[in-house]
Nanobody, 125 residues
Framework: QVQLVESGRGLVQPGASLRLSCAAS????????MAWFRQARGKEREIVAA????????YYGDFVKGRFSISRDNAKNTVDLQMNNLKPEDTAVYYC??????????????????WGQGTQVSVAS
């Protein structure tokens, strides 16, 4: 059974940094595009960042504006999200997601079908 487990939840002040990590129990990790989504209270889920199976392609949501960085380690079956200069509007539950590496763009939310349980990120002074 495929499992994605996020870690790195926290309450931080504006301007701080936080790193989220996702461990995947996928047999051939590089066969999967990976993404981070988030859902704030009362809002729809949105894609934050995505990375292709080989790690050569990236996508970031417009609101990231150079503050976040996604990376993956195919030897360790992990994908990380480094978040810098956090803002109160980044407060949300963050989810790790996996989808098959295929013709669809990594920015397409519809390609992701396996989800982690989510981890809370709160930014407040």
């Amino acid at each position: 059974q495929v499992q994605l487990v996020e870690s790195g939840r926290g309450l931080v002040q504006p301007g701080a940094s936080l790193r989220l990590s996702c461990a995947a129990s996928l047999r051939i990790f590089s066969n999967y595009d990976m993404a981070w989504f988030r859902q704030a209270r009362g809002k729809e889920r949105e894609i934050v960042a995505a990375i292709g199976g080989s790690g050569a392609t990236y996508y970031y949501g417009d609101f990231v504006k150079g503050r976040f960085s996604i990376s993956r380690d195919n030897a360790k079956n992990t994908v990380d999200l480094q978040m810098n200069n956090l803002k109160p509007e980044d407060t949300a539950v963050y989810y790790c997601a996996a989808g098959n590496t295929d013709y669809s763009p990594i920015s397409s939310s519809q390609k992701y079908y396996t989800w982690g349980q989510g981890t809370q990120v709160s930014v407040a002074s």
